[in-house]
C-alpha cells in the first residue's frame, strides 16, 4: 500500500469537528456547509486538496487551503485474513506515530433477532483505536506492553473510517481498539458525534465503546452518548484477581464500578455488555462463573467470553480450555439466567484479534483461520 502525501504540521483534519466549526464561525462562514466537505471526503478519500469541493463559498476554499487537510493520517499497509474476513490497517499519524485499525466481517445470518435467523448477508464492522497504546497495562492485551504515547484527536478517530472505507461498506464501529477510549474521554464523544450526524448517519445502536471502567467516565456517558452500547472488560469476578491482571483496576475498585454500572442502567436503560477473557487457571473456573453469575445477576447484561489470543512468547497466560469455556458458560446461563456468548476469533493470523493489536511487537502469533461470525449487535435478549 502505497502512502498518501505527508501531511502538514500546521493543518488540522476536516474532521476536528470543535476546530472546523469554530474557523468557520470566526470566519462568517455557515456551519453548514462542514458535512458536505466531510461528504466529499468520505465519498473520496484519496482526494489530495480541498479545492475539489463543489459548491462552497470563496471564503471557504481561502480557509480550508489555509488550516484545513483532507486527512492528517496515512494508511500505510493493509493486511488481509487468509479467509479474507478480516482487514488490519496499520495508519500513521500526523506526530509520526501509529495506530491500528480492523475491519471485521460478519454475516448476519448467524445472528438471531426474536429468536429466528436474521436476512441480509456479510457487512462489516470497524474496530477503532483511541489512542497510541495505552496507560492500564493489562497483562494479557499486547497493546498494554507499548505503554501510553499520545491520544488521538477526535478527526484521528474518524478518519479511521475514511481509511476503511476504501475496502468496505462499514456499518458498525466498536472502539475496542488501541488504547483505553474514556481515557481519551472528549475526542471520543466529538468523533461519536460527527459519526452519527450527516454525512455518516451511523446508528447509535451499532456503535460501541469498550473501557476497562473509568468510573468518572461511565457516570456521564449516557448523557454525553445516549444510545451508544457500553461494554465493559470485567475479565475478573473479584477486586484480587480484577487488580492481578489489570494493574488499573486499582484505581477503580470493582465494587464502585458496580455501583456506577447499576446508575447508568437505571439512568439509559441500555442492556450493558460484559466482556470477560478466558485465562487458564485464573478466572476460568467453576468457582469464578457463579462469582461472576451473583455481581451480574441483577443487570440486564450480555457477557461475552473471549478466548485469550498469544501476544508473543513472554506471555504467562494461556488459553482455557473449550471444555473450561462451556462449563463457564452453562454456568452463567443455567444458573443465572445470564446471555452469555462465546467470541469466534476473527484475524488472529494477522495479529488483528481481540488483544492482539500492537505496533511493531517481534513476537509471531499464532495462526489459524477465523470464521465468520455473529456480531456484538446481533444479540438480543
Known sequence: MAAASSSSPSRRSVFDASYIRAEFAAAGISPHFIPLIWKYVFQNPRCGDLDAVPSLPAAAYALLRQKFQPTTSTLTAAAESKDGTTTKLLIRLKNGESVEAVIMRYDTKLGKYDGKPRPGGVRSTLCVSSQVGCKMGCRFCATGTMGFKSNLSSGEIVEQLIHASRYSQIRNVVFMGMGEPLN??????????????????????????????????????????????????????????????????????????????????????????????????????????????????????????????????????????????????????????????????????????????????????????????????????
Open 184 to 381: 481519551n474521554y472528549n475526542a471520543l464523544v466529538e468523533a461519536i458525534q460527527v459519526l452519527t450526524g450527516l454525512p455518516f448517519q451511523l446508528s447509535p445502536k451499532r456503535i460501541t465503546v469498550s473501557t476497562v471502567g473509568i468510573i468518572h467516565s461511565i457516570n456521564k456517558f449516557n448523557s454525553d452518548l445516549p444510545k451508544i452500547n457500553l461494554a465493559v472488560s470485567l475479565h475478573a469476578p473479584d477486586q484480587d484477581i480484577r487488580c492481578h491482571i489489570m494493574p488499573a483496576a486499582r484505581a477503580f475498585p470493582l465494587g464502585k464500578l458496580m455501583n456506577a454500572l447499576e446508575s447508568y442502567q437505571k439512568e439509559s436503560k441500555q442492556t450493558i455488555f460484559i466482556e470477560y477473557i478466558m485465562l487458564d487457571g485464573v478466572n476460568d473456573q467453576e468457582q469464578h462463573a457463579h462469582q461472576l453469575g451473583k455481581l451480574l445477576e441483577t443487570f440486564k447484561a450480555v457477557v461475552n467470553l473471549i478466548p485469550f489470543n498469544p501476544i508473543g512468547s513472554s506471555s504467562n497466560f494461556k488459553t482455557s480450555s473449550d471444555h473450561n469455556v462451556k462449563k463457564f458458560q452453562k454456568v452463567l446461563r443455567s444458573t443465572y439466567d445470564i446471555r452469555t456468548t462465546i467470541r469466534q476469533q476473527m484475524g488472529q493470523d494477522i495479529a488483528g484479534a481481540c488483544g492482539q493489536l500492537v505496533v511493531s511487537l517481534p513476537d509471531e502469533r499464532s495462526a489459524g483461520g477465523a470464521t465468520l461470525c455473529s456480531d456484538i449487535e446481533d444479540i438480543r435478549i
